[in-house]
């Protein structure tokens, strides 16, 4: 005897199958981008740790070692009024 499978069996089928192939890309593709967001936060933190270290390693060598303040050069005036507007 032969099992006879109607069209719109066949294409139910077709169906399930094109939604099922469509279903797994889109998961794969969207563990791709979760990954990818995952990594991007993973470094932009530790970039942000690594800037608060250097940030305290500073302060604390400023602390040990205090520097006398710089004090900027006295501007020099013109010395014959050429640069005075007219």
Do not use: C, N, W, Y
């Not at 069996?9 to 563990?31: M, P, S, W, Y």
């Not at 932009?44 to 250097?54: K, N, P």
């Amino acid at each position: 005897m032969k099992d006879h499978i109607s069209k719109a069996e066949i294409r139910k089928d077709a169906l399930q199958d094109g939604v099922e192939a469509v279903t797994h890309a889109v998961g794969q593709g969207t563990q791709i981008v979760v990954g990818a967001v995952a990594d991007i936060a993973k470094t932009v933190g530790g970039l942000a740790t690594d800037l608060f270290e250097i940030r305290d390693a500073a302060r604390r060598a400023g602390q040990d070692s205090p520097v006398p303040p710089v004090t900027p050069p006295a501007a020099a005036a013109p010395a014959d009024g050429d640069d005075l507007p007219a």
